[in-house]
């Protein structure tokens, strides 16, 4: 299959890739481009693992071609933390123990900032809903929603 | 496989007619890669249509609204002015999925998929919205109600396009609702549905309403009875009870692994009854 060049910017870099015109955006960060921190759980829509924004927009990247991202804006978990500063949605997942296997943390983590960043003070019942395409076989979300609420509320006295 | 973007709607429909192969038209492209993914099917072409002008923006038109092919369900729920004049329209669409799904499918994507359990369909229908197609043969305004044929088939020719959908200007006293029944609270496929929109007299008296069911026959239904139940009421309990009656009437649906034949026509009948409720007091009626 004829390979397909793509010019776009990731975390704020701009990036160049050559993929085929079936190959979903995910396996082009894991595969291409070694940002191995968006994770396939089902490669369908269900699990969110694959979590990452596309021009602002929260998406699973499983369901994006990478050839659609000409010319987009990407961000990635990659783009989360400053240097080794850890972002405080990061810190919090640590502290309050919020993942055990791991495979859905990065997914969750995005979408728990990009809900953050439009509403920085969710109640739970909204968090819940917010985050219901992110799936975790491990925690039973409890402590993922107190690690998110404390994160948010650190976030609004900062 | 090649991937085309083009940047009119009439060069979409030339690379489709012209297309020898199996061809997949991608929008949000939620359905498209689950397909893909699946090896459900292996398009030799695929046309991103999302660099047509106009395909991704949302304006008023004639008092009512022309939406994008390819404008997303969160954008949907993000305009304020759509949500409060079709209520129900916005509610079905942004049931669809995730948030990250939210964050890409389109309702032109979910209508042509032709799942008698898209969520964006009942409400559509109930609302009389039309699409614009676009094909070699040039542009045709269709009732959203025609364009699915069967499970997986629309009525759309070979190279046509939808490019828009059109919700008509509203009549005062007018609002419609959306509800679907699914096992668990999120994330899940229709397993009966139904769209109710109705306009109200100053009296408080129905005098227009269209009801639509869907997930309970090979396309989503019309219901013309429903609405003579309740036109002229103002939504008595007798009228309730004809309604829902109507409803569950016209429900030729399957026994599957989501709802059997029973359930499934029983709660279509209830979901409409709901719905009425629901859109006659947005309309401003009181019970
Ligand atoms: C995790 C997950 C959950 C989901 N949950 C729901 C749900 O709760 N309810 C529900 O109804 N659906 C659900 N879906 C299905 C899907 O998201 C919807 O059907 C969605 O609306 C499809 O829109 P799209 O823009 O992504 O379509 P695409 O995938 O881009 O296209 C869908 C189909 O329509 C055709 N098409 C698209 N646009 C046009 C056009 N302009 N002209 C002609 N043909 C066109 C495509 O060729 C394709 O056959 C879910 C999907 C996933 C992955
Ligand atoms: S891998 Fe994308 S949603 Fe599961
Ligand atoms: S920590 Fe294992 S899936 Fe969430």
Redesign the pocket.
Same mark, same amino acid.
């Given at each position: 299959m004829k390979t397909i060049q793509v010019a776009t910017t990731i975390n704020g870099d701009a990036v160049e890739f050559v993929c085929a015109p079936d190959e979903p955006l &995910?396996d082009v960060l894991r595969n291409r481009l070694g940002l191995t921190g968006a994770?396939?759980?089902?490669? #369908? =829509?269900?699990? =969110?693992?694959? #979590?990452v924004t596309l021009d602002g927009r929260m998406v699973?990247?499983? &369901?994006v071609l990478g050839v659609e991202v000409e010319g987009a804006k990407i961000t990635t978990i990659e783009g989360m933390a400053t240097g080794n500063q850890l972002h405080p949605l990061q810190q919090a997942f640590l502290d309050h123990a919020a993942l055990q296997c791991g495979i859905c943390t990065p997914g969750i983590l995005v979408a728990a900032k990009t809900l953050l960043d439009r509403n920085p003070n969710p109640t739970d019942t909204e968090l819940r809903y917010w985050l219901a =395409?992110n799936l975790c076989r491990c925690t039973g979300y409890d402590k993922i929603i107190a690690a998110v609420q404390d994160a948010a509320q650190k976030m609004r006295t900062a | 496989m090649q991937y085309a973007k083009p940047t009119t709607a009439a060069e979409a429909a030339r690379l489709l007619s012209a297309a020898s192969g199996v061809t997949r038209v991608l929008a949000g492209g939620t359905d498209v890669l689950v397909q893909l993914k699946a090896g459900m099917v292996e398009p030799d072409l695929i046309v991103d249509i999302k660099h047509i002008p106009g395909i991704r923006t949302l304006q008023a038109e004639a008092g009512g609204f022309r939406i994008g092919a390819a404008v997303s369900g969160a954008e949907l729920g993000e305009h304020a002015a759509l949500c409060a004049a079709w209520p129900g329209v916005t509610e079905g669409a942004q049931l669809i999925g995730s948030k990250?799904v939210q964050g890409r499918c389109s309702m032109v994507g979910n209508l042509c998929n032709a799942s008698p359990a898209g969520d964006a369909v009942p409400g559509l229908v109930a609302a009389n919205a039309t699409v614009r197609v676009e094909g070699p043969n040039g542009t045709r305004d269709v009732a959203v109600h025609a364009i699915p044929a069967s499970p997986g088939k629309t009525t759309l020719q070979k190279g046509e396009i939808i490019t828009s959908i059109f919700l008509p200007a509203r009549a005062p006293r007018s609002s419609d609702a959306y509800l679907r029944f699914i096992p668990r609270s999120e994330m899940d496929i229709a397993v009966a549905s139904a769209g109710v929109n109705l306009t109200l007299d100053a009296a408080g008296t129905i005098t227009a309403a269209r009801v639509a069911l869907g997930a309970v026959a090979p396309t989503v239904l019309l219901v013309d009875a429903c609405a003579k139940a309740i036109i002229g009421t103002k939504l008595d309990a007798t009228a309730l009870a004809a309604l829902e009656k109507a409803a569950s009437a016209a429900c030729k649906p399957i026994d599957d692994k989501r709802g059997t034949i029973e359930f499934r026509t029983k709660v279509a009948g209830v979901l409409a009854r709901r719905a009425a409720v629901i859109a006659y007091g947005r309309a401003g009626g009181k019970l």
């Open positions: &995910l994770k396939e759980g089902c490669g #369908t =829509g269900d699990c =969110g693992a694959c #979590t699973c990247s499983c &369901l =395409g | 990250q």
